[in-house]
């Protein structure tokens, strides 16, 4: 017979358990960053498919009004925050509400970000404004959320953030976005060894090429250069919200328990 196990527990022998329990996050609450559409939305949903309560936010009510419905229809509860991650007072209202509402947050997923300017820049000509802006939207809000979170969560939860292949190669012409990318890469690994001794893990997802509404409109890719894309990763085709989902729940659940300071790759291969 199968037994649920909290997320605190570790089984002595695997065979005290359903090794598929282990990936549920009943009972659990996780607050998702830039939910509205894209990989946000896919991990938000993610999440409710596995058990979760979510505190979801982003800058487009109507979007996060549609992906609560989709919680909702998963028979989980759903808390939209309206609201920009680079303002000072988001993270904080996020925190409070997810406390004020659920009275504990287990797991939070640093999503929003991206490159906010339509074009690239080469780096003699890189702005100094631009820079700035990459760095306080793709690194700072995990660098504030994080030290907010550990001060509340309770052994077995888990810090996560979003962050990119271009991390892990050139970015070229978007060099901003890659050095914060590589930046919450090397605080996550830093997080998961002072915040171990706290039973707080700390790890990143870093997505390849996943076909969002960012791609096109910053990315310059246009829908009829996919198919080429998709030819040059080895598993031969484009990712999607859900296979960076999965791997989302499998480091926030108990399946994951014993798994800290690393990067997922979700890319195929490339």
């Known amino acids: 017979m199968s037994q649920n196990l909290s997320r605190t527990q570790t089984p002595l022998d695997p065979a005290d358990a359903n090794v598929m329990d282990l990936f549920r996050l009943d009972g659990t609450v996780a607050v998702v960053t830039g939910a509205g559409r894209g990989i946000g939305r896919g991990i938000a949903l993610g999440m409710a498919d596995a058990g979760a309560d979510v505190v979801i936010t982003a800058r487009r009510e109507n979007e996060l009004d549609e992906v ?17 991650i680079t303002a000072a007072e988001t993270i904080p209202t996020l925190v409070d509400t ?26 003699d000509e890189f702005p100094e404004w631009h820079w700035d802006n990459q760095h306080a939207l793709n690194l700072r809000p995990h660098f504030v959320a994080s030290r907010a979170c550990s001060a509340i969560m309770k052994p077995g939860s888990c810090l996560i953030g ?15 976005y890659g050095s914060a990318k590589a930046g919450m890469n090397a605080l996550s690994v830093t997080m998961a060894t002072e915040l171990g001794p706290k039973g707080i893990r700390s790890n990143i997802v870093s997505p390849g090429n996943v076909p969002t509404e960012s791609t096109f409109k910053i990315g ?29 729940v499998w480091l926030a659940s108990p399946a994951g328990s014993w798994v800290t300071g690393q990067n997922i790759v979700v890319s195929g291969g490339q």
Do not use: Y
């Open 68 to 84: 609560a419905a989709q919680i909702a229809k998963r028979g989980r509860k759903a808390i939209k925050v309206v609201a920009d």
């Open 98 to 123: 997810a406390m004020s509402t659920f009275g504990r947050i287990d797991t939070w997923v640093s999503n929003a970000g991206t490159s906010d300017h339509p074009g690239n820049f080469s780096f």
């Open 162 to 176: 979003i962050s990119s292949i271009a991390a892990l190669k050139a970015a070229v012409n978007f060099s901003a």
């Open 220 to 248: 310059g890719i246009t829908e009829e250069m996919l198919p080429a894309i998709a030819a040059r990763v080895p598993i031969g085709r484009l990712g999607t919200p859900t296979d960076c989902a999965a791997a989302v």
